[in-house]
């Protein structure tokens, strides 16, 4: 295949919008971008700061294994809490939305281990274009 378009990546701040199910299989898309993204970047050289900020109908991803399985009615656990915390590693940043926590009875204690809670989604994505974030919607 010829590539028509080449992209050149330089330093970039990216907000990940992850509001709905997205799935290909079990495997969540937003989560398989954010890692392809920190891999290109990092083939590139360039600099990429992530904030992934969940709300509404995937909020629930972010949950420690206990509340994951309260929530989703299982005992297995969060099936996405290694991924996650090995994207954290990697320097990625998570935040659950207040409001979905309000709205589903989570707590902070709740949340796998370095999740922050803001104070609302949609304004923190409005506060992180503003501070100069692309936003993405997987």
């Keep these: 295949m010829r590539i028509d378009v080449p992209v050149s990546l330089r330093d970039s701040r ?43 109908a995937v909020g629930y991803l972010l949950l420690d294994d206990a509340a994951y399985n ?7 656990g969060n099936p996405y809490k290694e991924q996650i915390l090995d994207l954290q590693k990697q320097g990625v940043r998570f935040e659950e939305c207040g409001q979905t926590a309000r709205n ?5 204690a709740d949340f796998i281990p370095g ?24």
């Design 14 to 56: 990216v907000a990940f919008n992850m509001d709905h199910l997205a799935f290909n299989g079990d495997q969540s898309i937003g989560l398989t971008y954010m890692q392809l993204m920190l891999k290109n970047y990092q083939v590139s050289g360039a600099k990429l700061d992530i904030v992934a900020v969940f709300h509404g």
């Design 70 to 76: 309260k929530a989703r009615k299982t005992n297995r």
């Design 104 to 108: 589903n009875g989570w707590g902070n």
């Design 115 to 138: 999740v922050l809670v803001n104070a609302g989604a949609n304004l923190r994505l409005v506060q992180l274009q503003q501070d100069g974030f692309i936003v993405i919607h997987p």
